[in-house]
């Protein structure tokens, strides 16, 4: 049981860190931002609580690392040291991947047909008639 533990808590943790930080990058992206401004804006907001989030709980895990008894002693280590890197790939790898995605995202709205008063305009037609509303054209990353 143990074992499960040990790697579970900081996969759920790490996943739980992805989340708030794509739920944030989503909300800038839907208040018109480019992809690397979503990206910065992520991170100076929901990045700080992570990291803070992220050092309390490794902290609290070092506590338990002073045990006496070994396996608790082991399982506070571990926990720690897991919590870390998911901290540290959560505020690393999922912003570049948000960045990139972001863009590709930002560059399919662009080129996305609009629909009109029940007729259908690719993008460039929208463009050039200044219809659709789309604000994604307006955006570049």
Do not use: K, W
């Not at 959560?90 to 990139?100: F, G, K």
Request: charged share 15%; proline share 3%; net charge positive.
């Amino acid at each position: 049981m143990e074992i499960l533990s040990d790697r579970l808590l900081p996969l759920g943790l790490g996943i739980d860190y992805s989340i708030h930080l794509m739920s944030r990058f989503h909300h800038t992206l839907a208040a018109e931002m480019s992809a690397t401004q979503g990206v910065v804006e992520a991170m100076r907001g929901t990045g700080r609580a992570i990291l803070f989030n992220g050092a309390v709980v490794v902290a609290g895990f070092l506590v338990l690392g002073t045990s006496a008894t070994p396996s608790n002693a082991t399982f506070g280590l571990m926990i720690a040291a897991n919590v870390a890197l998911s901290c540290a790939t959560a505020m690393v790898v999922v912003p570049a991947v948000l960045a990139v995605v972001g863009r590709v995202q930002l560059r399919r709205a662009e080129r996305a047909p609009v629909r009109i008063a029940g007729r259908v305009l690719d993008a460039r037609t929208a463009r050039a008639l200044g219809v659709g509303g789309d604000a994604a054209t307006s955006r570049r990353s």
